[in-house]
């Protein structure tokens, strides 16, 4: 017997056959981790998208996206209004600059991100409870002067961090700007209304016609709120210093939007409207003169041509669609008539500078032009009205003067808005005295608790380049637009323009985004891994982990990342995590053995089930 | 189990080797069946298709599209925890060699029909058993039987020593060609429930099975080779009383008992010994008692059971005589003996005897013929005159051409 | 005893729930049958494809290995990286094995000695075994109509071996069987065996499909299809080999998109119920050859001529799918339109100083 006698020593047993058992999910092939076959690390390093970095308050704009593309609104409600108190509102009146840093605009046209948020907005606003929660009290109560966007904004964000809320509007109304600059065929009045309602819904309190400096003192203030947030705005409009402008028949462009928003308009134009500005407030003008009986109506601009104008595209264009013509280059010079306006006098006219950021040049050499109208609506700007601020918080340019943190000083006094934003070179547009609001309210609670304040940051990592992602798996699809009623009957009513998306379009334009530089949970890079060493933990999320004692470094998932998430780091970088050469080829001595055992037991153990 | 004779039908039916061997994989309800033409074994696949086609055994009967298909499928087949049935001959027998080491090595218990045929060339029908014997070290069970009653035994008990978990073997059941294969004769058929009592269904430990994965077959690296090489050795000597054991249950169930190695016929005074296997045992029965008559001290010893190989039951057992003879039927070119396989085998079982017979080999029965009466007195002449001489003329003599 | 009817599994054919970003997230199980720790090259091809056909088939599958890299490489050391049943058979016994797997468990099932639904009995054939030593077995298997699937993963050579041609290695690629010289300046002369279309042809009852490692939902599904299809089925999937083609490892699943779009692995169904072929898939863009072998250094020593060969090679593909070709693609099969490949030189001089 040849066999007699012989022995496996211990260190070489081998399972019966070499039969080996089954290797588990969780660990692997723990016999033989390959992670030292790596000299690059793949990482998830989420960027910030345009998008996102684009907006004035910094929604997570992939995120909602993201969840809108997967029908999960709720959640994407909810990501929206972490940033955002009213998407239904922004949703509609947005200038959208998330669209205009859009990468998909470079490649083919921008997503409708603006669509999807009123979407979003639309669906907050049905639902019986919000899903906005107000905070834990903490017992310090916070003045908001101003019911405008930044207001609205500081005091939602405040309310979920727990303040006892109070917000001191001077109009009869709530809504400031958003009520009163902005006409109801954009903004109908009710999802407006809706959108205070949550406000009180969180416990906030609102009291109207209780304007500062008149009904509130600056010392009252102070006296009677751990802290006030300024949000005033700009509430007078600007003129354009011609001669006879206080003529009958020339009316400012924010009371004449303001009044018939509050309903209080005794104003009854004629049939001949002259428009001057080029900004949305202008538009809106233009378009709201039609929808006030107005035959003819014509936009005057310094502006040279229609891409100078500080306004909104597709809002221009919607205008012309309606009939309004334009006149670029042109400054009013006199308002002529007797008593009431006739005609207005005309010289060409350009900007000394920079476009809308210069003083404007005149060119009076020509002779003027005449252009005859019947009223004349004059929408160049507004300013503020400071008379009851500490002349020590007032800039030159007539604005709150606020520290870096949007802080007066070292008061307990914040500003946000257009107030502090005049002439700052941000554009004085709904979303960014949102933002503005939000970041103020954070500092705000952070001053009351004595931490250290932030001020705005500044993106660091913007994904812009197309190169940075896979493109191939973007196939080029056109933009889903939203329908519109038609021009020749709309501009007789105060019926909404612009119509809402379906659920089905809105789930169609956000499958658009290209989610740049950020994990949407793709599965791409899960799919593609040769070893599979991408483990992920549950089908919704994006929470994919880099199995690093196998991972060998191929980087087919960073290639194949569409996002451009993924990145490859040097493995010198790491101290952690790094798989060393001794446990690399893992077969020392004896651990067959392990397997002799397994195969042994596999009859007792608990079969799998399927 | 019911085994009181009274409750046992069994019965007697004349058939010839090939379907006595389809008679026992239809008793051990095989799973899958692998088959491709090749005479003499194709009968064997001939009587199970249809069997199969009359519905009287249920079984996957594959057509395979070769002879590596079909070892190949009942490795596969095995593997997951089927009892199957293939069988071949010749060079069909070699055009499967690759998977003999895969099955044993994997512990596969394949069953394999073999009815011998010459090698190509020349092309040959007649038995010779050089198809099987080339396949004799790859980890395979192996044994002669010498008629169809003894094939159909064989098989049941080779099913059940392969299948035995301490094993875990294939086994090659052969037969000659022609000699066992094609000669009809009373097979008696047992009652199923015997059959039942005797081969408990199969169950190899790890089975390709989803519910408990396995893996078959990975590579190793070379340390690793020794030790599973080892272990197969053990399995191969190990199943020797296992063998034993089971010829002994045999016996105790069907009645009929064969002992596991060698079959001895007229050996109590014998100076000079046949030595052979297979189906040659019948004629030189027969030579025998002719010669018998005659007062030659003539005996036969027949190996029914060359892998494992019985090495000290050979050695004791030949010891007893004066010379062997040993009947090839085999081609060994170039051997030790310049002729067949068995010779050496023998021979070096014989090496550590004190008291070692003369040995010689002759080949005979080659490409399929008959030995006849006349070749069995030349042989025991040339076996005589050695042992008068106490010496060998030659190692190998060529049997019909030499004087 | 009765016969117990065999249960079989329906696989969910795999939706594409974005089509704007072309996004997967497909509804697959959590468990992986083919776990890491393995010991495939980084960006392995075939191991792509070995992880995206089990998670496709799921835990209730038994898996054939072949003689191939995929046996070689990932059962090494006795430690394997199958979380389902996996047993290697022999290079040639691709077919026949897994028949043996599939008879065994539909007997055993039938005959209630196993109490469960059928497997899902996968083999995993290199492109040595597929085409060239386990042809007639893989054949008879399809033939037989087991209910198994037959997957040629194929990396257009032997690879484990270090790289030597088979006959699905491509005109002009370079192997260590078919180096380029000056009397051969092309390597390998021959044109592939459309092993798949053979396949097609000669076994119509089975559901038959080419795929590509770059087209991964395609992948899965015609994996299902294949599992679904009562019968035998066949696959061809394009599995780059970075070794052995020589490129980048980021690139594995890029060249399995352009291998498609410059024509050289046409994507098709044959439909078992229609007997026809299915053409519809169609890459994002169609391109010339250069493109795909420029990125290989297996090509590196290629001249116009052949790039031109090979163009007219790809452009007779699209032809034989009903592909109008466009003029780029008619006119780059003009060796007056291509230029050599760089290396071409180096190549030559290389070959010289042997």
Partial sequence: MSTKGTRIPEWLTVPFAGITPAPTQEKGQDLFPTGNWRSIRPVYRDKLPPCNNACGTNEKIQGYLDLVKRGKYLDAYALIKEDMPFPSVTGRVCYHPCETACNRGQYDEAISIRAVERFLGDLGQALQRDVVKPGKPNGKKVAVVGSGPAGHSAAYQLARLGYKVTILEKSPKAGGLNRGGIPDWVLPQDVLDREIERLIELGIAIKTNTEVGKDVSWDSLKKDYDAVVLAVGLTEPNSVRAEGENKQGVIYGLPFLRDIGMGTSKVKLGARVAVIGGGNTAIDCAREALRQGAVEVTMITVEGNPKEMPCVPEDLHDMLEEGVELIHGKAVTAVLGNGRVEALELHPAKFSGAINASPITINKDVAAEKFAVDNVIIA???????????????????????????????????????????????????????????????????????????????????????????????PHFPRVKQDMLNPTSRKKTQDEVILAFTEEQAVEEAGRCFSCGTCNACDNCYLVCPEPCIARSDRSNGLYKILVDYCKGCRVCIEECPTGCLEGVPELDFDAGVVRMDTAFAISPGLHGRQAQELANLASRPAKEL | MATAMETIKKKTVRINGCVASAQAAKYADVDVIAAYPIRPYTATMMALAQMVANGELDAEYIVADSEHSQLSIAHGASSSGARVFTGSSGVGVQFAYELYSPISGSRMPVQMMIADRTLDPPGDFGSEHTDALSTRDMGWLMGWSCDAQEAFDNHLMAFRIGEDRRVLLPQMVCQDGFFVSHITTDVELPDPGQVK??????????????????????????????????????????????????????????????????????????????????GHAVTARFAINHMREKGMKVGMVRLRTIRPYPTERVCETLSRFKVVGVIETNMGLGSVSSGGSLYAEAAAALYESPKRPLIMSFMAGMGGEAIVLKEFYWMAQKMIDAQKRGKIEKRTHWVGFEE | ????????????????????????????????????????????????????????????TILVGPTGCMYVANSSYLCTPYNVPWAHTQIGSAGSFTAGVAAAYEAMIRKGKYKGTFPNVICEAGDGSASDIGLASISGALYRNHDCLIICYDNEQYANTGIQASSRTPYGGMTTFSPPGPKVPEAKTLYPKDLARMMAAGHPHCYVATASVGYPIDLMNKVRKGLNHKGAAYLMIYT?????????????????????????????????????????????????????????????????????????????????????????????????????MAASAEAEAVAQTL
Avoid at chain 2, 215 to 222: A, T, Y
Avoid at chain 2, 224 to 246: D, F, H, N, S
Avoid at chain 3, 38 to 48: D, E, L, N
Avoid at chain 3, 253 to 263: A, Q, S, T
Wanted: neutral net charge.
């Fill in chain 3, 240 to 340: 780059p080999c970075q070794k052995g083609f020589v490129y980048e490892t980021p690139r594995s699943i890029d060249l399995g998109r352009l291998v498609v779009e410059c024509g050289l692995y046409p994507m098709w169904e044959w439909n078992p119920e229609k007997r026809e072929y299915d053409y519809s898939f169609r890459p994002q863009t169609m391109r010339p050859v250069a493109e795909y072998l420029k990125l290989q250094g297996r090509f590196g020593h290629l001249h116009a001529e052949h790039i031109a060969n090979l163009q007219k090679f790809a452009n007779q593909q699209w032809q034989m799918m009903g592909v109008q070709l466009p003029e780029a693609l008619i006119k780059s099969a003009d060796p007056k339109n291509q230029v050599n």
């Fill in chain 1, 380 to 474: 160049v700007g507004q300013h503020a009205s400071l008379a009851w601020l500490p002349a020590e918080f007032k800039t030159e340019r007539g604005s709150i003067k606020i520290d870096r943190f949007g802080r007066l000083g070292d008061t307990n006094f914040f500003a946000a808005g257009d107030i502090v934003q005049l002439g700052s070179g941000q554009p004085l547009m709904v979303v960014n005295a949102v933002g503005d609001g939000k970041r103020v309210a954070f500092n705000l609670d952070k001053a009351l608790r004595g931490e250290a304040l932030e001020p705005r940051k500044i993106a660091i990592d913007v994904i812009v380049d197309l190169n940075r992602m896979n493109m191939t798996y973007f």
């Fill in chain 2, 197 to 278: 009592e005797f081969l408990p269904p199969y169950k190899h430990p790890y089975p390709l099975d989803p519910r408990r994965p396995v893996s078959h077959g990975p590579q190793i690296m070379p340390e690793q080779g020794p030790p599973l090489q080892l272990e197969r050795a053990r399995a191969m000597e190990g199943c020797m009383p296992v063998i034993e054991e089971i010829h002994e249950e045999f016996a105790r169930i069907f009645g009929r008992r064969y002992d596991a190695w060698l079959e001895e016929y007229k050996t109590d005074d014998a100076e000079i010994v046949f030595f052979l296997q297979g």
């Fill in chain 3, 1 to 60: 005893m009765p016969a117990i009817e065999v249960q079989r599994q329906t696989l969910p054919i795999l939706g594409n729930p974005n089509q704007g970003a072309r996004f997967y997230n497909p509804d697959l199980p959590a468990s992986e049958p083919f776990v890491p720790g393995h010991r495939t090259c980084a960006g392995c091809g075939p191991s792509i494809q070995y992880r995206m056909t089990s998670k496709a088939s799921g835990d209730n």
